[in-house]
């Protein structure tokens, strides 16, 4: 049987980047990661620069880094606007590497991190 | 009457402009395919965002709560963001801004408002330089067209927000043409500040907005979460306007081809019927200097 899922949205004002239901969602909060279920109480959370991991069958499918955000969960969604978003299957160490050396300090060490966990 | 050679030279230049319209209707319509994509996409963004902020809005009292949300209780200096093209030849797009630009001045400083103006887009800057240039705060070009990024929404949206928070002025209103459809474009006064809240909708699929959990609390999260607002809308207004300026332009040139062609038709039948006057004339003479021999 099919576990149950909640309905995962990431827009960014450019375009909506994944609609996909997930087993569990975590999301980066301001106040520390916190993961979504199924059923999760209804929440808004402020979003800090970080990483968003798409749960299925007990494994992470999907992760996406995003700069900041927002995250509306509800029992059966949970839907985060980003300013910026990119997927991390598409994304390359050795680019994000380079994007480092060019971003500002406190990005750096979120990119090179980022490009050491691929 | 115009010589035959005359004419030959107006139809040939009426043909070349209608090769240059008819290229520019081409060219207008490739890219506002791309422009209406991207402002279609656009919008889930800024329309999720703006019922966020109306459900966190409802639970406030619009008195009391974040300026940027409610105000600071006056009106008195008012910034008008005014969203136009760079290039011309689109129509009516560019003098509509700039008529509604004019009335909303002249309405606001009728009311004795201080108003200043935020120019994006040459054209209306360069159409109001002569009786509204003292009001510029500052003029912007080159952010349109298809590769308008977030982040030229972002720098202006931080220039508002740093001019509210310096007490530069008390309402902000966006003015662009917000795009319906290829041929319909609505000339459009959105307002920044104080956010603009839609009322009467439900946040949740359970309607149970009041049951909210916020993380952090509800006035730190409205803090943080207001200044990406007029961003995201900044940037939906200037989405909207690429995609407009581009089917104003394609209606535009579309018409100017078909006048085109129909002054080449006009002047082809006055060409023609000039030069069958001219042979029968020279026969007429023919004729006649045969019969006197």
Same mark, same amino acid.
């Given at each position: 049987m099919m576990a149950e899922t909640t309905q995962l949205e990431l827009v960014t004002p450019a375009k909506i980047m994944v609609q996909k239901a997930a087993e569990m969602v975590v999301a980066p909060g301001v106040e520390g990661l916190f993961g979504v279920l199924p059923r999760h109480a209804p929440m808004l959370a402020d979003l800090a620069r970080g990483v968003i991991e798409v749960h299925e069958n007990g494994k992470i499918v999907n992760r996406y880094m995003i700069d900041g955000g927002l995250a509306d969960v509800t029992p059966k969604s949970i839907t985060i606007l980003a300013e910026r978003a990119e997927d991390l299957n598409a994304a390359d160490a050795a680019d994000l590497n380079v994007r480092a050396d060019n971003a500002s300090e406190a990005e750096a060490e979120f990119l090179r991190a980022v490009a050491a966990s691929l | 009457m115009p010589s035959l050679k005359d004419l030959k030279t107006r139809i040939n230049s009426v043909k070349s402009t209608q090769k240059i319209t008819s290229a520019m209707k081409m060219v207008a319509a490739a890219k506002l395919r791309r422009a209406q994509e991207a402002a279609e996409q656009g919008r889930p963004y800024s329309d999720r965002m703006s019922q966020i902020i109306g459900s966190l809005a409802a &639970?406030?009292?619009?008195?009391?709560?974040p300026a940027l949300l409610v105000? &600071? *209780? !006056?009106?008195d200096k008012h910034l008008l963001v005014v969203i136009s093209a760079d290039?011309?030849?689109? *129509? *009516?797009f560019n003098g509509s801004i700039t008529r509604l630009t004019r009335t909303e001045v002249s309405r606001l400083q009728a009311a004795g408002k201080t108003v200043n103006l935020l120019m994006v887009g040459r054209k209306s800057a360069d159409a109001l330089r002569r009786e509204l240039g003292k009001l510029y705060i500052d003029r912007l070009e080159g952010i349109q067209g298809t590769n308008v990024s977030f982040a030229d929404a972002y720098s202006i949206g931080a220039t508002i927000k740093n001019g509210f928070e310096a007490g530069e002025f008390d309402v902000c209103t966006v003015i662009y043409n917000k795009f319906v459809s290829a041929i319909t474009q609505e000339v459009t006064l959105t307002r920044l500040i104080p956010a603009e809240v839609e009322s *009467? !909708?439900?946040?949740?699929v359970d309607g149970a907005t009041a049951n909210y959990d916020y993380e952090p609390e509800e006035d730190e999260l409205l803090a943080s979460l207001l200044p990406r607002n007029i961003s995201t809308q900044l940037y939906k207004a200037i989405l909207e306007s690429s995609a407009s300026e581009l089917a104003a332009r394609m209606t535009a040139m579309d018409n100017a081809t078909r006048n085109a062609g129909d002054l080449i038709d006009r002047l082809t039948l006055v060409y023609n019927r000039s030069r069958q006057a001219t042979i029968t004339k020279e026969l007429i003479e023919i004729i006649s200097g045969a019969e006197a021999v």
């Amino acid at each position: 049987m099919m576990a149950e899922t909640t309905q995962l949205e990431l827009v960014t004002p450019a375009k909506i980047m994944v609609q996909k239901a997930a087993e569990m969602v975590v999301a980066p909060g301001v106040e520390g990661l916190f993961g979504v279920l199924p059923r999760h109480a209804p929440m808004l959370a402020d979003l800090a620069r970080g990483v968003i991991e798409v749960h299925e069958n007990g494994k992470i499918v999907n992760r996406y880094m995003i700069d900041g955000g927002l995250a509306d969960v509800t029992p059966k969604s949970i839907t985060i606007l980003a300013e910026r978003a990119e997927d991390l299957n598409a994304a390359d160490a050795a680019d994000l590497n380079v994007r480092a050396d060019n971003a500002s300090e406190a990005e750096a060490e979120f990119l090179r991190a980022v490009a050491a966990s691929l | 009457m115009p010589s035959l050679k005359d004419l030959k030279t107006r139809i040939n230049s009426v043909k070349s402009t209608q090769k240059i319209t008819s290229a520019m209707k081409m060219v207008a319509a490739a890219k506002l395919r791309r422009a209406q994509e991207a402002a279609e996409q656009g919008r889930p963004y800024s329309d999720r965002m703006s019922q966020i902020i109306g459900s966190l809005a409802a &639970n406030s009292d619009g008195v009391h709560g974040p300026a940027l949300l409610v105000g &600071n *209780g !006056k009106s008195d200096k008012h910034l008008l963001v005014v969203i136009s093209a760079d290039r011309g030849l689109c *129509g *009516g797009f560019n003098g509509s801004i700039t008529r509604l630009t004019r009335t909303e001045v002249s309405r606001l400083q009728a009311a004795g408002k201080t108003v200043n103006l935020l120019m994006v887009g040459r054209k209306s800057a360069d159409a109001l330089r002569r009786e509204l240039g003292k009001l510029y705060i500052d003029r912007l070009e080159g952010i349109q067209g298809t590769n308008v990024s977030f982040a030229d929404a972002y720098s202006i949206g931080a220039t508002i927000k740093n001019g509210f928070e310096a007490g530069e002025f008390d309402v902000c209103t966006v003015i662009y043409n917000k795009f319906v459809s290829a041929i319909t474009q609505e000339v459009t006064l959105t307002r920044l500040i104080p956010a603009e809240v839609e009322s *009467g !909708k439900e946040l949740a699929v359970d309607g149970a907005t009041a049951n909210y959990d916020y993380e952090p609390e509800e006035d730190e999260l409205l803090a943080s979460l207001l200044p990406r607002n007029i961003s995201t809308q900044l940037y939906k207004a200037i989405l909207e306007s690429s995609a407009s300026e581009l089917a104003a332009r394609m209606t535009a040139m579309d018409n100017a081809t078909r006048n085109a062609g129909d002054l080449i038709d006009r002047l082809t039948l006055v060409y023609n019927r000039s030069r069958q006057a001219t042979i029968t004339k020279e026969l007429i003479e023919i004729i006649s200097g045969a019969e006197a021999v």
